[in-house]
C-alpha cells in the first residue's frame, strides 16, 4: 500500500510565497519520477514539475524562474518551493510518483489560492 500525502498549501497575495510538500510511503520501485500537477477549476490537470531519479528536472514554461523541484530521494520527499506566485498559480496542487509502466500513484491534493 502506497500513501501520498501533500502539505504546504495556502492562501498568498500575488508576488507572495508558498512551499508545498509531499512525503510517499510505502512499497514501491525506487527508480521513479516524482512531480506536482495542477488543476484550476474548469481547466484540465497540468504538469508542473518532475524530478527523476537520474537527475532529470522538468519544468512547465510557465513556473521557469519562479518554482523550484527538489527531492530526497532516500525519504522519498519531494519540494516545490514557488515564488513571485501569480493569481494564474491559483490551483490544486497534487504530488505524483510514478513509474512508467508500472505504476502512478497520487495525492489528495492541496489547495493554492493566490489573490490579486
Known amino acids: 500500500q502506497v500513501q501520498v500525502v501533500e502539505s504546504g498549501g495556502g492562501v498568498v497575495q500575488a508576488g507572495g510565497s508558498l512551499t508545498l510538500s509531499c512525503v510517499v510511503s510505502?512499497?514501491?520501485?525506487?527508480?521513479?519520477?516524482m512531480g506536482w500537477y495542477r488543476q484550476a477549476p474548469g481547466k484540465q490537470r497540468e504538469l508542473v514539475a518532475t524530478a527523476a531519479t537520474g537527475g532529470t528536472i522538468y519544468y512547465v514554461d510557465s513556473v521557469k524562474g519562479r518554482f523550484t523541484i527538489s527531492r530526497d530521494s532516500a525519504k522519498n520527499i519531494v519540494v516545490l518551493q514557488m515564488i513571485s506566485l501569480k493569481p494564474e498559480d491559483t490551483a490544486v496542487y497534487y504530488c505524483?510518483?510514478?513509474?512508467?509502466?508500472?505504476?502512478?500513484?497520487w495525492g489528495q491534493g492541496t489547495q493554492v489560492t493566490v489573490s490579486s
Open positions: 510505502g512499497s514501491f520501485k525506487s527508480d521513479n519520477v
Open positions: 505524483n510518483i510514478r513509474r512508467l509502466g508500472a505504476y502512478t500513484y
